[in-house]
């Protein structure tokens, strides 16, 4: 790795430094190196979703590395591709960065987003750098439907099941860690600073017959407020269904939370959640957390239940919210 600042390698050295030894895909016939790549989409549609992370607000130095930062800025984008029910094909990347920014850091950052990409079964094929005070970091996804009809949030009908596949309320927990000076349970707070999404799970979603799907990035019940909402349904929610782990048990006794709040409203696990018809053959993987019913909303205005009652305590991300 380049030693030094970005101020001292300047813009194209960071670029060589960035784009040098990426791999490619079958899907990228042009990649990092001319004005734009050209990424294959067979299916004749494109999946595509942007999202921002910003130093202070989505990441803190001191508690994650380059690397963490960049497996988790791709993580979260490729994610909401895959939860369309599209298959990730390709990512770009947009960096502003102050002069003073080791090159080390940038490197790690684009090593961190490169593994990230390969599990998903993608590639980073190009992006831009720019300088500013804040570090932020602006990540483009890309994917393809292979035939594919997408998997949107409005699909869900009353009698249909809802289903969770991946992690919920590991990433709240570990930033609860985090945020009181600790760094074990390891587990959790790797899964704060690395999400790990099911990715294949959400074309799978799609092949099996899901009506509605989205990642849960804010919240579970936030989440499957929108597809609520944009289906014209209310969903309830079976508490049963849900595991707590022991050691999220004991992190909660700790920290005097009910674990069931991080499960419930604890968002960045990026778990893919979705509704199926009540008759479809759903792989282990795919935890039945609850069911779709007919359009209702409860006392406070909401369109999710847990038990047949609304959640009250508080939860769930909002960018503009305190």
């Known amino acids: 790795m380049q030693q030094g600042t970005l101020g001292e390698v300047g813009e194209f050295g960071l670029i060589k430094v960035l784009t040098g030894g990426l791999p490619r895909t079958p899907a990228v016939q042009v990649g990092p190196g001319d004005d734009a790549a050209v990424v294959a989409a067979p299916d004749g549609r494109v999946v595509a979703t942007t999202d921002v992370l910003l130093e202070g607000r989505h990441f803190r130095r001191d508690w994650s590395t380059a690397y963490d930062v960049g497996r988790k800025a791709a993580a979260q984008n490729l994610a909401d591709v895959a939860a369309m029910g ?4 390709a990512l770009l990347l947009g960096l502003v960065a102050p002069a003073d920014l080791s ?12 593994d990230e990409c390969q599990v998903a079964g993608a590639a980073v094929v190009g992006g831009d750098v720019v300088r500013g005070d804040t570090i932020m970091v602006s990540i483009t996804a890309l994917g393809d439907l292979q035939g594919r009809a997408p998997v949107t949030r409005s699909g869900a009908r009353p009698g249909d099941v809802v289903a969770v596949a991946g992690w919920l309320g590991w990433s709240a927990a570990g930033l609860a860690v985090l945020s009181r000076g600790f760094r074990s349970p390891r587990a959790f707070v790797e899964a704060h600073r ?23 990035s804010d919240g579970l019940v936030a989440d499957l407020g929108h597809i609520a909402a944009a289906s014209g349904v209310h969903i309830d929610l079976r508490a049963e269904r849900f595991d707590v782990p022991a050691q999220m048990a004991d992190i909660g006794h700790a920290v005097g939370v ?27 993987r795919w935890r039945r957390v609850g069911q779709v019913l007919k359009a209702a909303t409860t006392p406070d205005g909401g369109r999710v239940t847990v038990d047949g009652a609304p959640w009250t305590t508080a939860g769930g991300w909002d960018h503009f919210g305190d």
């Open 258 to 284: 009910d674990p069931m709040q991080w499960v419930l409203t604890g968002g960045e696990d990026h778990a893919l959640v979705a509704t199926f018809p009540p008759d479809a053959d759903l792989p282990a």
């Open 194 to 216: 690395r999400p790990e999404p099911p990715y294949h799970a959400g074309p799978a979603a799609a092949t099996l017959g899901a009506t509605a799907m989205m990642d849960v």
């Open 86 to 89: 599209a298959a990730p094909t």
């Open 103 to 114: 090159v080390t850091w940038a490197g790690e950052l684009m090593d961190g987003l490169r």
